[in-house]
């Protein structure tokens, strides 16, 4: 991002990406806690009101998103939360979830024997590249992109991450995790600017989406 500190802190119409990212789960009445994993030595969250939200706990950052996702589902088993629970793993750079597609997701869900995630058809002509040319196309109306939140129960969250990093594994979402422990997670289709800033470029457009998302 070439700045000053890590993206979920730069600021956005006055606000943290983070405190963005945090404020649909906060505002929902079915929130019973939400776990941050970060670096123990972050100094940054610390000085944001949203820190002092007896709802919101912190675990250990992890080398990879997968080790971040289990010990921040190893905090919520440590408050003896049951393994059926439904759990929601959010990624802290996409402040732009929409109320409407976190109820869509919980509803469409709320009685799946496996869970799922939010994601959206592919739009664009997809090529497989081989040394820098183009390989193949591959078949668009297949593909799909994944995005979060990803929903999952806690104790089968917990057995297919732990399971898949023992084995080496290169888990990239919580959905290969269950993929790889042979289920097939529920595709959700959710709104395209539900955006995760990985870019300098994509913190303009945050902007622009999210003047629109408060309109």
Not at 36 to 61: F, H, K, M, N, Q
Not at 98 to 106: P, R
Not at 192 to 198: E, V
Request: with cysteine; proline share 6%.
């Amino acid at each position: 991002m070439r700045a000053d500190r890590p993206k979920q802190y730069l600021t956005l119409h006055g606000k943290t990406v983070l405190e963005h990212t945090l404020a649909c789960f906060t505002e929902h009445p079915q929130l019973a806690h939400l776990v941050v994993s970060l670096a123990e030595d972050d100094p940054y969250w610390p000085t944001l009101p949203v820190a002092a939200d007896p709802r919101i706990l912190r675990a250990p950052g992890g080398v990879e998103r997968a080790d971040s996702v289990l010990n921040g589902l190893e905090r919520l088993r440590a408050l003896d939360v049951p393994d059926e629970q439904w759990v929601l793993v959010h990624d802290a750079a996409r402040p732009l979830l929409h109320a409407d597609d976190l109820q869509l997701l919980l509803s469409t869900l709320a009685d799946d024997s496996v869970g799922g995630l939010l994601a959206v058809p592919a739009r664009d002509t997809l090529k497989q590249a081989e040394a820098g040319r183009v390989a193949r196309t591959l078949e668009r109306s297949r593909i799909w992109q994944a995005f979060t939140p990803q929903m999952f129960r806690l104790g089968s969250l917990y057995s297919a991450l732990s399971r898949a990093l023992a084995a080496g594994v290169q888990v990239t979402d919580e959905a290969s995790a269950i993929e790889w422990v042979g289920q097939a997670p529920r595709l959700v289709e959710g709104r395209s600017d539900n955006l995760k800033i990985t870019r300098p470029e994509d913190l303009a457009l945050a902007a622009f989406y999210l003047a629109d998302k408060d309109a």
